[in-house]
Structure formats: C-alpha cells, structure tokens
C-alpha cells in the first residue's frame, strides 16, 4: 500500500467519553445468511466430490474461511427463496427429496441440502446459531407451527418423531425465527399490504408463542429506507404486532448510482439515518401503546450489491431452471470493502437498538467468500473489514464518543464528515477503534485522545486501502487487496496519532 497522499488533507479528533456507559454488543451483531441462491450452498458450503468435502459435502476449505470470517448466527434458508419453499421437501431420504421450481431466482432445487444439512454444518463450525425463516408467501400460519413442531418439541408427536426418524433425536431448539422475508416488496411472492402482512405475522407469532414462548420473532420491515411504504409499513406492522414480536427487520443494499462514487463511500450515512428513524418509530409505537415490551432491530439483510449488473440477471425460460447457476456474484472492490467497514461502524454505533444483523450473504452470492467448483476458495475484499470487527467487537462493549473533525460536501447527502468511527472496549480491557475515511481524495491526519488506562498499551494498527480502489481479489490474484499492518502512527503519551489514506478503513487496536 502506497499512503494515497492526493491533493488534500482533512483533520479529525476522536475521544472515549469516559463519563457515560458503554453498550454490550450482542453477538448476533455478526451474523451472515445463507440463502438457496445461486452457488450460495451448491458449489458453495456444500460440494461432494470436491476434495476438501467431508464425508457429509461440505467443504472444509469454506468451513475454515466462514471460522476466520467470525459470523455468529446464520439465517436461513432465504431470502427471497422461502417464500415459495416448502421445508418438507428438504428433510427425509435425499433419494425421495423432489426437484422444484424457485420462483424467486427462477432456478431449481434438488433440495439435497436442508434442514438437517444445515444444522449438521453448523455444528460442525463450532455451533453457530440458526436464524431460520418461515414462508408467509405461498404458506401461512399451519406450515410456520409444523416446522417450530418438528425443530423445537422434544418427541411424542408426529413431526417432532419424523425429525428424530430422520436422524436428529434431540430438538433443533432453534431461537430466533423470521416471519417471512421483504413481504413489502412487490417482487416478492406472495406479497401483501402492510395491514395483511400485520394480521398474518401477528397470528403467525401468537399461535407459535402456544408451541415455545419464547421464541425471538422478527417481524418484516422495510427492503430499504427508499421504499415508498418506508415509515407507514413499519407503524402498520408494529401497531398489530408488538406485543409478540422481539425484532422489527431492516434491510440495506448500497451501489454506486450513475457513477457517484463520492456518494457511495458515505452510504453509512443513509444506513445511519434508516436505523435511526426506525428506532425513533419503534419508540412512537411503544408509546402510543403504553407498552414496556422492547422491540430491537435485526438488520438482516446489508450489503453492497450490484443490483443492476449483468451476475444479478435471473435465468429466463419456461424449460430453463438450473440449479446452482453462478448468481449475484458480485466480485467485490477495495472500496467497496471500505464501504462495508463503514456499515460495521454504523451498525456498532447503534448496538443499544441493533440487537442482530446479517450480513448477505455468506459465499459466492454477494458474498465474502468465493469458491471455484472443484477449485480453492478465496477472501473477497469485504472479508478483511467483517474478520477484523467481529474479532475485536464480539463479546465487547461500544464506548460512546466524540468525533470531530472536517466536513465535505457529497450530492446525495449533503454536508457529511470525512471520517465516521466507532471504539469498542474488549472483555479483555482492550480497546479497538475502528475509523473510516470515506473522501474521495483527501487523507485525514486522525487523532484519539487515549483513555488513561490505555496509554501504555501495545498498538496494532492495520489499513485497508489501495491506491488503486478498484482493485479486487479473483481467482487468479486472489490477494490482491489484504489488510496492510502499520507502523506510521505516533503514540505520545496521551494520544495517538496517524494519517488515514483517502477511501480507506483501518483498525487501531491497544492490547
Ligand atoms: O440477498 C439477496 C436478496 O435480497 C434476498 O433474497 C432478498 O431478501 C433481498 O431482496
């Protein structure tokens, strides 16, 4: 890495407010999702024959990437995808599983992999949390309490029993479950008015609540923050459902539009304001309800997606349904990796509300991992930012605390500071912080006031930028873009000092 040094250079300040309380992180904070999509899981997590493949298929080489990646819970099984799916089809004898259409990627299902497989996987990552999605698109209520009957209850009735006969005596026990996926967005199957949707989710959550009371159930937010129902839908769902519900869901996609770089770099900006507006709606529906139950945000669904690209283009034709087929895979940029780490800040920044989030997807779809059938497997550019935080913020705690420093003007969002940043205290005492400058052309000379406790510690810091920030990681140069260790900074005393290089994101971190 040369240190961009281009035309211009900004300042910036940053300081631990000792005096207020830090808020715990929770670990589903780091959470993934692995759809039916794609090379998602054919060809992804799951490849007989490959030669890391145990003796289940799955891909050893993906495991270890997913292990180093640091994803806590995983959703499942979509996505678009469960709202046509039905999850009979992926339990039983492989042999008698039945092929299906997907409607939503206009593919095909063998349903060789399903529930099971995915538990088994998990398992086998170290017991990772399941996140499992019901379809209220085709289904409705029967089917959500068949599939909870058959994870949850221990035995004695006919699925609990059809599970164990399928190989898995003790209960899934499966937590957290999504009550349909983007159910306001027009491209999804089956897709409702907000009042319907709210009367479903409601019905769906009460009679599940009968089965296992406890469950956290994530109610259907909106697809993003420019969705024309945005603000109404969320007050509609919430008015209904409140009470029996633990999550509301948030979703955010981020591309360049029509070349605006300077834009996209901010777009922590808008994913900012999304949270903080439906924290603000979550707080107007509590009040007008005079209820004391909390309902906290499952970002489930971030990223950056290329939505217009070519790899994001569905197959077509009534006798064309492959399975497997590359899909959405979007081979990943220095900056746009410096964008995802800015959505790492952002979401850390509201942990106190953000009590869950996944990032989308895992492998090969939009993904952090890319695999080559029959081939090795590879650390896309947005890993390094995801690995990094969920290594040094899992099982932390967000210190609150000041940031200063220059300003830009951008045209999608007006006046924004150049960098954003967020500082996390581990259970170990350490202290990471984690800093984005997301100008175009300017470095920043960035300074942290350090705690008193934090002055004689040893410092890592590490950088991702390129001076070339298109510069990405494929198949045939799959390191080009790493994380780069630093020794430029100062540390004097009580502060430490370093010059962050223009699209760039870096982690400071005191041991
Ligand atoms: O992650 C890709 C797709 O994006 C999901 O299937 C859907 O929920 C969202 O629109």
Known sequence: MAQGQRNHRGRAQFRVDEE????????????????HLGRGIYSGIYEPGHPTADEQGFRRDVMDLVKELGVTTIRYPG?????????EDGVGPRESRPRRLDLAWHSGESNEFGLHEMRDWLDKLGGNELMEAVNLGTRGMQEALDLLEYCNVPSGTELSERRRANGHDRPFN???WCLGNEMDGDWQIGHKSAEEYADLANRTAVA???????????????????????GL???TVLERCFENVNFLSCHAYYAPKDGDMASFLASGVDMDSFITDVKAIIAASRARLGSDHQVFISFDEWNVW????EASRSPEGIGNWPVGAPLLEDVYSAADAVVVGDLLITLLRHADVVHAASLAQLVNVIAPIMTKPGGPAWRQTIFYPFALTSRYARGASVLKSLQSGDTYEISRYG??????SAAVRGADGSLSVFVVNRNLDSSVDFSIALPEQDRDRQATVSTLHEDDPSARNTLEDQERV?????????????????QLPPISWTVIHLA
């Open 233 to 235: 839908w969320e007050r």
């Open 174 to 176: 499966i937590r957290m």
């Open 306 to 309: 290329y939505q217009d690209a």
């Open 208 to 230: 599940m609540r009968m089965i296992d009371p406890d469950l956290d159930l994530v109610v259907c937010g909106s697809s993003s923050h420019t969705m024309p129902t945005f």
């Open 415 to 420: 006046r924004v500071p150049m960098t954003d």
């Open 20 to 35: 207020q309380e830090s808020t715990p992180i929770d670990d589903r904070l780091f959470g993934s999702f692995v759809e």
């Open 79 to 87: 996505g678009n995808f469960v709202s046509g799916y039905r999850w």
């Open 482 to 498: 790493v994380m780069h260790a630093r020794k430029d900074f100062r540390m004097d005393g009580d502060a430490l000092t370093l």
